[in-house]
């Protein structure tokens, strides 16, 4: 075999190319006459392979360019493989889009001039509907009424210790020398029938007053001796003057404590109550006002009954009572404790009758008119109202 002999043509075994025919004949479709209904593809004459031995085959005008056109049958199925999977393929539901192209489009929406990105207080300008405003309101109210129980307790502990400490403070005025030489000098005055003059008077009270709120013995009263060198004070007397002491400087001490929790208090509600201090205070010259006059009507009834059950309350039967001729009887005569008694009840009765006008809750006190103001700028700017009412 000489080498310009034809060479046997093998027959094609390129398995990349997918023919337009199915391998079997029962994957063809069937028409109604039994007959494959394959329309004649009209496809492209390919281009001749070069060979060697055919020169002409350089000149041959290639048509390969040109697509392959098949038909479709009747019944709307493919009639290659290779047809019926662009057709599944075209069912399948687009894939979205990729980030890329994502932010392409919004890139594109920001450059058309028609787009215009919301503001971020845009919702403020919508009003809710009416049910969502009305329930908003109403809780607000509620939120408004329920108060902290601490300022509470703080503001019953201030109108409890006032009208205490007010009788403490009444009390330690009268127990004073500055009382002692009012009352022995003032006109009306009952003098002593047993030989004291002011003098006396002044310089042995001044004794049993300063021995009341000083930190002495019963020895401070019990050594006193009188001009013709007799015991001043009886030992019953001193006895009693010492239970006395007791009672007074106990409530002096109770008073000091009251003073320094009112304090406490006062602070507290500065701080965490506004106009708590007030409302203490108003409660408790109102609570002040009642015990004191009612105390003035039952002394006013019947002032010995006062003054005996008085005594009753803070001494024992028998310690407590005297002879005209004793020196206690002397210095402090029944009328001494009228005026003390007057003079107790007038202080602490003008005291709290001043703290009671002073924090009368007025409306200014109130703040009911900076609400009333705020109102009626709200009422003159009703643009604002809509805007206040979601914010709040």
Known sequence: ?????????????????????PAFDWMKPKTSGGASAVAPATTATPAP???????????????TGIAPTTATPAGGQPESRAHRKAAEAADIEPEPPLFADTLAGNSAEKQDPHYS?????????????????????????????????????????????????????????????????????????????????????????????????????????????NQDGAQLFKDSEVSHMADVKLVI????????????????????????????????????????????????????????????????????????????????????PGQFWVDAGIVIGALVFLVATVTFIFTWPTKRRRGLADKQDAAEETASDPEDAPIRADIS
């Open 49 to 63: 392979t070069p060979d060697k031995a055919g020169p002409a085959n350089a000149t041959t005008p290639s048509t």
């Open 249 to 332: 400087l106990s409530s002096f001490g109770a008073g000091l404590l009251l003073i320094i929790l009112s304090i406490i208090a006062i602070m507290y509600l500065r701080k965490r109550s506004n106009g708590g201090i007030r409302r203490g205070l108003f409660a408790g010259s109102i609570v002040t006002l009642v015990i004191i006059i009612g105390l003035a009507v039952l002394a006013a009834l019947s002032w010995q009954q006062f003054f005996t059950e008085f005594h009753r309350i803070f001494f024992a039967n028998g310690t407590w009572t005297f002879s005209l001729e004793d020196t206690l009887i002397r210095l402090f």
């Open 1 to 21: 075999m000489s080498d310009k002999s034809p060479k046997p043509q093998e027959p094609d075994t390129d398995v990349h190319e997918d023919p337009n025919e």
């Open 117 to 225: 990105e919301p503001l971020p207080t845009s919702a403020l300008q919508v009003r809710p509907p009416e049910d969502e405003v009305a329930r908003r309101n109403a809780e607000r109210e509620q939120a408004a009424k329920v108060k902290p129980i601490g300022p509470r307790i703080f503001q019953v502990m201030l109108a409890v210790f006032y009208p205490v400490i007010l009788l403490v403070l009444a009390v330690r005025a009268v127990t004073s020398p500055l009382f002692l030489w009012v009352e022995y000098n003032r006109p009306g005055f009952p003098g002593d029938g047993y030989g004291f003059n002011t003098d006396d008077r002044m310089t042995y009270g001044s004794y049993a007053v300063d021995y009341l709120s000083n930190w002495a013995g019963p020895r401070y009263l019990g050594g006193l001796v």
